[in-house]
Structures are given as structure tokens and as C-alpha cells.
């Protein structure tokens, strides 16, 4: 979209009526920063304008003013997709939500919270967890997308094959429509049957029906500590016949990822993780039933007779705490704790290519522990003491 100059700064200085002085970005050198996500691979225009509001009043007259002008608005998060959904397009206008960042409200009576799309989604985690509280939907993105994104593309995560996806968690929510009328949805109880589910709607629809500032979340009591196991297999097939037994036997993980082998050497390859190159496919299991968990992953073994040994010369660094395993080492075996220093930690895991670890739900503190080094096995069992 293309507009005369003459009209640019009419539709500029309706959003500056409505507006603080520093919400609107017009310069070249500040809003190319927002042309992307992390696609920079996609297609992305010049924006005419990137507005950053505060509050839920300034997103409505932002789309009151895009309207009459019928100029395109992008909704943006933390701009940490890997699709292009959020960048920027010629003319449009960039909708920039991170500093509407508020924690408005954790009940633990309820089990909801209150907050709005900028807020991140660890710092959310975090922050429910002091409380004894548990937000499960987790993108491999945690640490820094934002809730708003998270609901905008109903994002899945590590953990959805036990609690779901973001869609699952979210009771209702505040939209702003592209005419500025504002609109809630859903409840705030667990239960909620009558009437059309509008937040279903709304929740993955990437703001082509309207901008959520607001959203009520259900949380869940903190799980138990978490131990992470990872197996190598000979072949893809190996790993998902393994992955159809666990689930058959009902051996609920709360974690479960599949890497083929072309995946593992590509990840390997563009970082030293360790990881084991040779293999055609790795799989990521994990139980958040804490002292039962040892036992689940014997279970889990058992299910998987086709595995394979493995080692690494160093230990991978994980991805997030939630899911931290590590291979076994050529000297030692570690683990990687994120739970309180009080915490019960694993005992140390056995020989071969299930290796181990305890976390507690995205606890920021960390310690590591080291085990005896393992013996070399080809047995297809994972046997803690």
C-alpha cells in the first residue's frame, strides 16, 4: 500500500492525537527493526508507522484510525516466529504490544491469571510458580515470546503431548476489532458451557480477527520434580515404533520429541551439542511424577528395546531448564538440576544411551552434579538404583 504524502501525515497525526509522544515510530532507522520476525528469509515492507501503546485505550484508537484511513495494521509480539506471520507490510501500519507487559493479577484460589500480550512467557512461568503454580504451555520460544503471540498462534510446545496447547489454558480474553469496539470473551471459572466459544475462535487466529490485550489464564498446580531421558535409536522407524508403545502401555510422558537423524546432524552441525551424529533418530522423553519418575523411565526402556549406546565427548548445553538432558559423557554422566538446592535429585542414570536429568518447572536457579562414569553397555535397559 502506497499512500500520497499529503495523506501519510494525515494518518500520522490522527495516531498522534490519540497517543504519547514516544508510541509512535516513524523514522526508517527505528522501524526497520520491526520489518521482521525471526523469517528474515520472508517477504517484509516498510511500514508507514510502528506503535507501541500501553494500554488497551491506545490499541483501540489505533484501529479506529487505521479504519478510516483502511490502512493495513500487523500485530507484533516479540517478533519471535519463524514463519513471517508478523512482518511488517508496505504502508501498514506495525502494532508493537511488548510494553503492555503487566502481571494485572495470580489467583491461586481460581488457579487464573491476569495479564496482558506483552508480558513474556517465563516471566509469567516464573512468577506463578512462587505461588505454587504451573502455566504448562511451553514454545521451545519461552524465554522470549510474549503471551500475546502465544495466544495469536495457539503455540504448542515441549510438554503438549501431556497438557495440551496454549488454546487448552486460555479462559478468556479482551480484543480489541478492527473498528475499535472492544470485546471479552469466555469466563474466569473452570467451568464454562453456555454460549458460542468465542475465545476458541479468537485464540490462533493471528490477529485477523481483532488484538488481544488481555487474557485470563488457567494454571495448574506445580508438577512434581521432572527427571528427562534421551535415547538413541538405528532408525527413525526404531524411535516412533518406541514412541507408539510408550503411549499404548499408557506410560504418559510429559515430554516426548522426536529428532530423525538428519535433523540431529544439522542441529550438531551448526553447534557443538554433543550430539550423537551417527544415529537415525533421538528421542527426548520425560516424567513430572517425581520420586515415580525413575520408574517411569525404566518402563519407558523397556518399551524400547531397539535402542541404541552412545556417548559424547562433552556434555550438550539444553535448550531450556524445562527440558534439560544430557548425554552420557566419554568420562562422566551429568545431569542438570533446575530445582531448589533442597530439592530430591535422580540418582545417577545407567549405563548406555538413556541419560537422565531432574528439573522442577522452569525454576530459574540451576545446579549440575556429576556421576561415576558409566560402564559401556548394549543391554536395552535404563535400570537407576
Known amino acids: 500500500m502506497t499512500c500520497d504524502p499529503e495523506e501519510t501525515m494525515t494518518i500520522l497525526d490522527d495516531l498522534a492525537a490519540g497517543l504519547p509522544s514516544d508510541a509512535v515510530l516513524t523514522d526508517p532507522a527505528s522501524t526497520d527493526a520491526y520489518r521482521f520476525d525471526e523469517a528474515s528469509f520472508c517477504d517484509a515492507g516498510s511500514p508507514l508507522a510502528v506503535v507501541r501503546p500501553t494500554e488497551t485505550e491506545q490499541v483501540q484508537h489505533v484501529l479506529r484510525v487505521a479504519s478510516a484511513h483502511r490502512v ?5 509480539g516479540a517478533r519471535s516466529g519463524l514463519s513471517g506471520a508478523a512482518n511488517a507490510v508496505d504502508g501498514g501500519i506495525v502494532l508493537s504490544l511488548t510494553r503492555m507487559d503487566r502481571i494485572l493479577e ?8 491476569v495479564v496482558e500480550p506483552g508480558v513474556l512467557n517465563a516471566v509469567l512461568s516464573r512468577a506463578v510458580l512462587e505461588q505454587g503454580l504451573y502455566y504448562p504451555p511451553d514454545p521451545s520460544s519461552w524465554e522470549l515470546s510474549t503471551i500475546g503471540g502465544n495466544l495469536a498462534t495457539n503455540a504448542g510446545g515441549l510438554c503438549c503431548v501431556k ?33 458460542y466459544d468465542l475465545t476458541k475462535l479468537i ?5 485477523t480477527l481483532g488484538v488481544i490485550t488481555k487474557a485470563t489464564l488457567g494454571l495448574k498446580p506445580a508438577p512434581e520434580a521432572a527427571l528427562t531421558m534421551a535415547a538413541a535409536f538405528g532408525s527413525a522407524a526404531d524411535a516412533l ?15 516426548c520429541e522426536f529428532l530423525d537423524g538428519v535433523t540431529v546432524r544439522a542441529i550438531q552441525d551448526y553447534r557443538d551439542m554433543g550430539l550423537p551424529t551417527g544415529v537415525g533418530a533421538l528421542l527426548l522423553t520425560q516424567s513430572d511424577r517425581g520420586p515415580r519418575a525413575a520408574a517411569d523411565a525404566r518402563r519407558w526402556a523397556r518399551s524400547a ?19 534439560s538432558c544430557r548425554p552420557a559423557g566419554s ?17 545417577c542414570p545407567a549405563p548406555g544411551s538413556w541419560t537422565s536429568s531432574t528439573a522442577s518447572p522452569r525454576s530459574p536457579r540451576s545446579t549440575t552434579s556429576s556421576c561415576p562414569a558409566p560402564a559401556t553397555s548394549a543391554t536395552a535397559t535404563c535400570t537407576p538404583p
Open 305 to 323: 528395546p531397539s535402542w541404541a549406546p552412545w556417548t559424547s565427548p562433552s556434555p550438550p548445553t539444553p535448550p531450556s531448564p524445562r527440558c
Open 72 to 76: 493495513p495494521v500487523v500485530p507484533q
Open 203 to 207: 485464540v490462533g487466529s493471528e490477529g
Open 163 to 195: 497438557y495440551g496447547v496454549t488454546a487448552d489454558f486460555v479462559r478468556g480474553v479482551e480484543v480489541v476489532t478492527a473498528s475499535g469496539e472492544l470485546l471479552r470473551t469466555g469466563r474466569r471459572t473452570a467451568k464454562g458451557v453456555a454460549g
Open 241 to 255: 515404533s518406541a514412541v507408539t508403545r510408550i503411549m499404548a502401555a499408557g506410560l504418559q510422558p510429559s515430554l
Open 331 to 347: 568420562s562422566t554422566s551429568r545431569w542438570r538440576s533446575s530445582a531448589p538446592p533442597s530439592s530430591t535429585t535422580s540418582p
Open 106 to 113: 495470580i489467583d491461586p484460589v481460581d488457579q487464573v491469571a
